[in-house]
Each structure stands twice: as C-alpha cells, then as structure tokens.
C-alpha cells in the first residue's frame, strides 16, 4: 500500500511592524522575523512580497508601519503556526497591550489554505485582511489569484474596495 502525499496547504502570513527595536527600523525586523520563518521545521516559504509602508489602520497619529506578506507552505496545523508566530513576535519584543497599539513586530495568519476557521483564538481566513490594502497590497506580490476563502471575492474587487488607504511602495 503506497503513502498518500502528505497535504502542505499553501498559507498566507502578514508581516507588519511600526516600532523600532534595539537599534533596528521596523523594516529589519520585518526582514529578520523572514528569516526566523525560514529556519521553521516544517514551514516553506515559497514568496517574499515587496515591502510596502503604510499609515495606521484606524488612523491613530502612530508612526507609518512597515508591511509585507509570505507565501509559504506547511505541514503545521494552524493553531501550532499560530504558537511559532506569537513566539517569534515575542522575541522580538512584541508586548500585547490594546487593540492596534504600535509594535515592533505583527505575524497574522491571513490565510490558511481554504479553511475557514472560528474559534476564540484564531479566526481564518483573516476577519479583516479584505479591509486592508497594508495586507491586500503585498498580499498581492505572493498569490495574485487569491480569492477571499468566505466570500469568494477575488482580490483585485478586494483592492478596488481600499483604493485610498495610504501606502507606498519602499526598497527594492
């Protein structure tokens, strides 16, 4: 009897940061925290989007945010992913205060292969990614084809919807 291939569902994470940290701008976290996501058992990372700089969503008078999103594939079940993110977040000093208070570093799970989840800890696809160019944006560099898990809405419709968000484009 042959092994059935072992399913590594293809899974979006946003990379956010506003904060610096001992020394470092928001975009080397970003890019360190890629890293960390590298080194991961059981975790691929397949694309890196560009990095994108955004204001505040909701607007709060905070400094701009650095965002980015990885495609990546794993054999991790989402709330195991969901333990590593939070625990890189930790290492690079992430501290959980309010609700969109600034941080050093942010790793949501926008998508998770085509599962719709909803529990008190995780809720996939991301409740608010369609909302948001800062995800949609560089969303868009990795998966171009995506379409919303929930409401079958292709992404180029979700960007329209947050044409006037303001974000840019930085580094190369």
């Known amino acids: 009897m042959r092994n059935a291939p072992i399913h590594t569902p293809l899974v979006l994470i946003a990379i956010g940061a506003n904060l610096p940290r001992d020394g470092r701008s928001a975009l080397h976290t970003c890019q360190h925290a890629v890293d960390?996501?590298?080194?991961v058992p059981g975790v691929t990372l397949k694309?890196?989007?560009?990095?994108?700089?955004?204001?505040?969503?909701p607007?709060?008078?905070q400094p701009p945010y650095v965002n980015g999103v990885v495609l990546c594939a794993t054999s991790l079940a989402p709330s195991?992913?969901?333990?590593?993110?939070?625990?890189?977040?930790?290492?690079?000093?992430?501290?959980?205060?309010v609700p969109n208070a600034?941080?050093?570093?942010?790793?949501?799970?926008?998508?998770?292969?085509?599962?719709?989840?909803?529990?008190?800890?995780?809720?996939?696809?991301?409740?608010?990614?369609?909302?948001?160019a800062f995800v949609l944006m560089p969303l868009r560099d990795v998966l171009p084809d995506w379409v919303h898990p929930r409401s079958g809405v292709g992404l180029g419709q979700m960007l329209e919807a947050v044409q006037?968000?303001?974000?840019?484009?930085i580094g190369e």
């Open 102 to 132: 600034a941080r050093t570093l942010d790793l949501d799970i926008i998508a998770y292969g085509s599962q719709c989840v909803d529990s008190e800890r995780l809720v996939l696809p991301h409740p608010r990614a369609q909302d948001r």
């Open 59 to 61: 607007p709060s008078g």
């Open 47 to 57: 694309a890196v989007s560009h990095w994108y700089e955004s204001a505040p969503q």
């Open 80 to 97: 195991a992913l969901l333990d590593v993110l939070q625990h890189i977040e930790t290492h690079n000093g992430r501290e959980r205060s």
């Open 164 to 169: 006037g968000q303001q974000i840019r484009r």
């Open 36 to 39: 960390l996501l590298r080194a």
